[in-house]
């Protein structure tokens, strides 16, 4: 999962496999929850978002869990590929009059080995 | 196909250099974002703009400024560049609209500071 520090946390699967990506969060206003995937050379890009209002939510072969007690989140990627190898981002955010401002993690690299 | 695009994908300047970062959105959305990425530290927010001439200042302000004097274009200047704005540099757009939490990046410049 992710932490404080320079190092980036990897996880590593094999193909095929589950993968689960936590997540610590620290404002418990915060009212969305976002996860993005950064493949290499490329931009973030939007994964699943959940509201806080909520406990799971079901993508295509990923699952966001949310722990509001715990302040914890995680990614399940089921069936893992090895397109599936890229930095993984949480996010949290607080509306602003219609605006989100987030707030990312520092990322967790996920590696699939064939 | 929606898009973010940056004017460069790799820059290199000097020290004390007025560097200017280019951003184009074309869906339309009326927020923008620059953020810098570092290795481990996830992205940080430099400035954002929820409208044409408005702009807010993230975590890192600092050494930085903006103009957004189209609703398309979001720039980012550093100043007097330094060794320490060495990094990769992410601009993001969002539409400004309740429940709309996703954002969408660009592919990143980055920039050398020598």
């Known amino acids: 999962g992710e932490s404080v520090g320079l190092h980036l946390p990897t996880l590593s699967v094999q193909e095929g496999d589950n993968s689960i990506i936590n997540c610590a969060y620290s404002n418990s206003a915060s009212d969305y929850f976002i996860w993005y995937k950064q493949e290499s050379g490329k931009g973030p890009q939007f994964i699943i978002d959940i509201r806080s209002n909520m406990d799971k939510r079901q993508g295509q072969r990923v699952t966001v869990l949310l722990n509001k007690t715990v302040k914890h989140l995680s990614l399940q990627i089921a069936a893992t590929q090895p397109g599936d190898s890229a930095v993984y981002f949480c996010a949290e955010t607080l509306s602003s009059g219609g605006s989100y401002i987030p707030t990312f993690g520092r990322g967790t690299s996920l590696i699939v080995h064939p | 196909d929606v898009k973010v695009t940056q004017s460069s994908r790799y820059l290199v300047k000097r020290t004390g250099e007025k560097v200017f970062l280019e951003c184009v959105q074309d869906?339309?959305?009326?927020?923008m974002f620059w953020y810098r990425q570092d290795p481990g530290l996830g992205l940080r927010l430099i400035y954002f703009s929820y409208d044409v001439k408005m702009k807010e200042k993230g975590d890192i302000p600092e050494g930085y400024s903006v103009s957004r004097e189209k609703k398309e274009r979001f720039s980012l200047i550093l100043e007097s560049a330094s060794t320490n704005q060495t990094s990769m540099y992410l601009c993001a757009s969002s539409l400004h609209s309740l429940g709309q939490v996703e954002q969408f990046f660009g592919p990143g410049t980055r920039l050398t500071v020598l």
């Open positions: 869906m339309d959305h009326e927020n």
